[in-house]
């Protein structure tokens, strides 16, 4: 009966059409005054087959490709539930402060190693390039940004992802076997990262800085901060390494060694005036970034 009563309702009064596919169709309607929307589809994939297997190979969908298998968007979803906990769950406490060579696993002397996915030296930007260069300068690789470059292109200098090598490295900052790393345990899986210490504002190598005072502020960081921090660290056992979402890393640097001189350090008087020394530049540095 009430398929009757809707059947009745649609042929009473004049057709309205929704047009999927060629428009011809939808012209012909229009020729005979009939109320025609046009709905702009193709087949997916332009109807390849393979493509369209593909493409429903990736959706999110609860769909299966076969006995007890989940499509590839199912194990990408999967994934990431588990990376995002992982994650929620992460305790990271900072537990030492080592030079990369030292640190990070399969660093070597001549490596020098960038942000994100691999590249080659002559897709590398001009400001990436720049920064290896004052790398390979800081390293004693080089004598300047030509030799350095020269070296790089023949194999001499090698280039590789910092993700590669249990570490990360903010935009076009690199880091070189010398450079003093954070080490930063996870207490909630037993994992390790590494990452360069924020050098703070102004002219710095992960803006692609290149001046003298860029490789001075670097030699101050490997010769003075590093051990100060290292020396705390002794003294505290660890730190905990989430700051406040919102602080800028200086502001972070700052906190640490603001721990650090709140406590005694076993060294004695040279070691309390290493760390006071330290804190005392990192906070003109912070005074010059606000």
């Not at 009064?13 to 999927?20: F, K, S, T, Y």
């Not at 030509?146 to 280039?159: F, M, N, P, W």
Request: aromatic residues 2%; proline residues 8%; contains cysteine.
């Amino acid at each position: 009966m009430v398929l009757e009563q809707a059947a009745r309702s649609l042929l009473a009064g004049p057709p309205r059409v929704v047009n999927v596919g060629l428009e011809q169709f939808g012209d012909e309607l229009r020729r005979q005054e009939a109320a025609v929307v046009q709905v702009d589809w193709r087949p997916p994939a332009g109807g390849d087959p393979r493509l369209v297997e593909l493409l429903a190979r990736v959706t999110p969908a609860r769909d299966r490709e076969g006995e007890g298998q989940a499509s590839v968007g199912v194990r990408v979803d999967d994934a990431n539930r588990i990376a995002v906990r992982r994650l929620l769950d992460s305790r990271p406490m900072l537990v030492d402060v080592q030079p990369a060579g030292d640190a990070l696993p399969g660093m070597a002397p001549n490596l020098v190693l960038h942000a994100g996915p691999p590249i080659a030296w002559e897709a590398m930007c001009a400001l990436q390039r720049g920064a290896v260069a004052v790398g390979a300068i800081y390293e004693g690789l080089a004598r300047d940004a030509e030799e350095a470059g020269r070296l790089v292109a023949r194999g001499a200098i090698r280039l590789g992802p910092c993700h590669a090598h249990g570490a990360v490295g903010p935009m076009t900052g690199i880091i070189t076997a010398s450079m003093p790393v954070l080490v930063i345990e996870n207490r909630g899986a037993g994992n390790r990262a590494h990452a360069t210490i924020n050098e703070g504002m102004g002219k710095v190598l992960r803006f692609g800085a290149t001046q003298p005072e860029v490789i001075e502020r670097l030699r101050w960081m490997r010769d003075d901060l590093a051990p100060a921090l290292r020396i705390g660290l002794r003294a505290t056992d660890h730190l905990l390494a989430r700051p406040r979402r919102d602080a800028p890393a200086v502001h972070v640097v700052a906190v640490l060694l603001g721990q650090v001189v709140a406590v005694p350090v076993p060294g004695g008087v040279p070691d309390q005036v290493r760390v006071a020394r330290a804190d005392r530049r990192v906070r003109r540095m912070l005074r010059a970034a606000i």
